[in-house]
């Protein structure tokens, strides 16, 4: 896509504006605070329905509605449209976009399909570059210039996709942690049934062979809930509301007694000690612990938190003597892992038996003794719940004498109801709650296979991801900057022609590195002056640029890019974007003349591709002078009779372009210390060194035998001297008529000629073929020769 015309009306500080750039590049310039930036916030705005200026850090109460329409406008009133070539449309295409409703572009409907990947493309704002981007390439951090990048080439994706495995593979590890621990609080019941203290399946199915073998059945080889009672059967005087009288004194003499209070009162001392202390500690050394050992596995030439370069031994050193420092952390911290696991061990061992006891207090009708089973169940979970927080406020148990008489009552009751159970009564009961335990363990051991199998993909799924990410990222990471390589070095030429540059992924971000004269790879603001900065930014932008477009939009705004970069590598810029970029359209603004000089002087824009701003008004919007049109408004001066206005506007074109002319054919103007030279003072200087220039051509063609290029040179001669000749005569009527002395009196017909002779002195200095400016090709400080842009002008000046 390439602009022919774009028109703006009553957006930001813009009144009425209409630009006709005809699918070329095309200047804007002028003094800050002139209306460029409304220019290329207007092309935005056009294209995305968006202000990029206008969103970001520090714009939280500027809104598109309110703030983008000129201030004395109404919405309604604000619009933006442009005439557009678009690839695959033969004829032009008008599209308009009105603030009212900016997320519909308007165009014909039969160019829908093709303005979309126009669109798509300008949403990642590609098609925009300021200085303040500049900075997200160069001096950003990596994850920020990550983000930046990865939106242009709109491979953002791929972090959000990285992002969600990441959750996905959090969420798994939390589920194998709790299936990790339903499976430990089912082997705690099944230890309570059996009478041991750690899990072990051999112990385990030697206690249910045990039991088999009462009841007359054969030994099992494999532990397995489905079989504990295969080839038996249950006693006659077996019923489900039976108490059996061992299993419950069993259960009464597991219940808390004085002596596990007293443990476990200890173990939560010293576990709610060390937890206040990790937390009172202002350092917080369980956050930088984590923090630190994560470092350690990230160590390169960077902190992997802050993007500071180290030396990677050196940072590893670092990181491992923060690890030492910590060690008591560390202790602290594994300790209180031993602590919990512990508490939880003997809690839930407590909690099984108690349970049992509360059902058989609940059968026997005890309502008070259940009471005060369920007070003590509550309070032992409760202790559990504070063990995974580490919040204990004062003591939850205290008492196990009144434990102990409940239970005495309850197994007296049990005795006279129940009476004593036969020895295979026993088993069968045993095996009974052995095989709902055993049944709990396991679908709790299905779960945590399923977990950790899951678990085990997740994280094998996210290696694999990363992995291929950082091989197809590098891939073309690497294309852009062999690409900003060669942008580098041809701009800045000799002093940097064995630059090279780093582009790679680093973790979520890209890592950015740049080579200083041979001394090693170092960030791009780490030994390199803003100039430099500023023009890697440029290099860097325009490599993704030509990667990125596709031949969708060839349109690329430069907004004031211009900050630090010194004048002779802007013109190696200007050569840049003239030479390696013939299909892109450049919109650039600069308020800088020198700048705004040399991209005409190079050919980057024409004569007719550049506006001046200038005299921003509230009411009005910015002035505009175009050179283009000088010729034009000229004549419409004339025609309104008005001599003094258009020998105005004469003089001051004729300033600045011969001020250009005196720059390119290296002319020796008189110093002036303000930077103000009148016409006066360029005008002599440019035809003295146009003389010299051709006088000295002919004689280097003189030396080397061509006399047809003899010829023709005195053919340009004779020509420019007729031409300076009358413009001599003629100079003195544009000063007197600026200035309105009254001894002068001309009229329409006497200031004519003045125009038309000034006309022909501006060609003079041009190229008929390409219209570009004639200028001084040196080598190092050696005149050699005076060229144009395409060739067609090439006088050489050395001699035979």
Not at 574 to 601: E, V
Not at 771 to 784: F, I, P, Q, V, Y
Request: proline share 2%.
């Amino acid at each position: 896509m390439r602009i022919q015309e774009l028109e703006i009306c009553n957006f930001r500080g813009i009144k009425e504006l209409k630009l006709q750039p005809n699918g070329k590049n095309f200047l804007i310039s002028g003094p800050n605070g002139s209306g460029k930036s409304a220019i290329v916030d207007a092309v935005d705005f056009l294209l995305t329905g968006d202000v990029s200026r206008m969103k970001g850090p520090g714009t939280k109460d500027i809104k598109l509605k309110e703030h983008a329409p000129h201030v004395t406008s109404d919405l309604k009133d604000c619009w933006v449209k442009a005439v557009v070539d678009i690839s695959g449309i033969d004829e032009p295409v008008k599209i308009k976009r009105e603030m009212s409703k900016p997320k519909s572009l308007i165009s014909n409907e039969e160019y829908v399909d093709f303005l979309k990947p126009v669109q798509e493309l300008a949403s990642r704002g590609q098609h925009v570059l300021t200085w303040r981007e500049i900075l997200n390439f160069v001096t950003a951090d990596a994850n920020r210039r990550g983000k930046q990048i990865q939106n242009l080439l709109k491979i953002n994706e791929v972090d959000l996709t990285r992002q969600r495995l990441v959750k996905v593979r959090n969420n798994l590890r939390n589920e194998f942690k709790n299936s990790e621990g339903n499976l430990k609080t089912s082997q705690s019941h099944i230890n309570s049934t059996v009478g041991i203290d750690s899990f072990d399946e051999t112990v385990v199915l030697n206690f249910v062979n045990e039991n088999r073998e009462i009841l007359g059945g054969e030994a099992l080889t494999v532990l397995d809930s489905a079989q504990l009672k295969n080839d038996i059967q249950s006693p006659d005087i077996y019923s489900d509301n039976s108490i059996n009288l061992e299993l419950l004194e069993k259960d009464l003499e597991n219940l808390p007694d004085a002596d596990f209070l007293d443990e476990l009162g200890f173990l939560q001392s010293e576990f709610k000690d060390l937890h206040n202390k990790i937390r009172s500690d202002e350092t917080q050394p369980q956050d930088r612990l984590l923090l630190t050992e994560l470092g350690l596995k990230l160590t390169g030439d960077v902190c992997p938190l802050c993007d500071t370069p180290w030396d990677s031994d050196e940072l590893e050193s670092h990181l491992s003597q923060k690890l030492d420092n910590l060690t008591e952390t560390k202790k602290d911290l594994e300790r209180i892992e031993e602590l919990s696991g512990e508490i939880s061990h003997q809690v839930k061992d407590k909690l099984t038996s108690m349970g049992e006891v509360l059902k058989a207090s609940k059968m026997l009708g005890l309502d008070t003794e259940s009471h005060h089973l369920t007070v003590w169940e509550e309070n032992l979970l409760r202790i559990d719940k504070a063990r995974e927080s580490g919040d204990y406020d004062g003591e939850v148990l205290t008492e196990a004498r009144d434990l102990a008489e409940i239970g005495n009552r309850i197994f007296t009751l049990a005795e006279k109801c129940y009476g004593t159970t036969s020895p295979e009564q026993t088993a069968w009961d045993k095996l009974s709650r052995l095989e709902e335990n055993l049944k709990y363990y396991e679908e709790n051991l299905i779960k945590r296979e399923d977990a950790e199998y899951a678990l085990l993909n997740a994280e094998a799924l996210l290696d694999a991801f990363i992995e291929s990410r950082d091989q197809i990222l590098d891939a073309l990471y690497t294309e852009i900057k062999d690409s900003f390589v060669e942008l580098y070095r041809q701009l800045h030429g000799s002093d940097e022609e064995d630059f090279d540059a780093f582009l790679a992924s680093s973790g979520a971000g890209v890592d950015f590195k740049v080579n200083f004269h041979g001394q090693g790879n170092h960030p791009p603001h780490a030994l390199h002056s803003e100039g430099h900065q500023d023009s890697m930014g440029i290099c860097l932008y325009l490599a993704l640029a030509e990667r990125l477009t596709k031949g969708y939009i060839d349109l690329i705004v430069l907004d004031d890019v211009m900050m630090s970069v010194d004048a002779p590598h802007r013109r190696q810029i200007c050569h840049l974007l003239a030479d390696f970029f013939k299909g892109k359209q450049f919109f650039i603004t600069t308020h800088d003349q020198t700048w705004a000089r040399q991209l005409r002087l190079e050919g980057v824009v024409s004569s007719r591709g550049v506006v001046e701003l200038f005299d921003w008004q509230i009411d009005s919007g910015p002035r505009v002078n175009s050179q283009s049109d000088m010729w034009d408004a000229i004549e419409k001066d004339l025609t309104r009779n008005d001599v003094p206005a258009a020998a105005h506007k004469l003089r001051r074109g004729s300033e600045e372009y011969f001020r250009t002319v005196c720059n390119s054919l290296g002319a020796k103007v008189k110093f002036r210390d303000n930077g103000q030279y009148t016409l006066g003072d360029l005008l002599p200087e440019a035809i003295s060194r146009y003389r010299t220039l051709i006088n000295t051509a002919k004689d280097s063609a003189n030396s080397w035998n061509k006399q047809e290029e003899v010829q023709m040179l005195v053919e340009i001669e004779k020509n420019s001297k007729e031409i300076f000749n009358r413009t001599n005569a003629e100079n003195w009527a544009v000063n007197a008529n600026v200035h309105y002395n009254k001894w002068t009196d001309f009229n329409l017909n006497d200031f004519k000629p003045v125009v038309s002779a000034f006309s022909d002195l501006f060609s003079v200095f041009v190229c008929d073929d390409c219209g570009t400016m004639l200028h001084l090709s040196l080598d190092g400080n050696k005149e050699e020769a005076v060229r144009c842009k395409c060739g067609s002008v090439n006088w050489n000046l050395n001699k035979n």
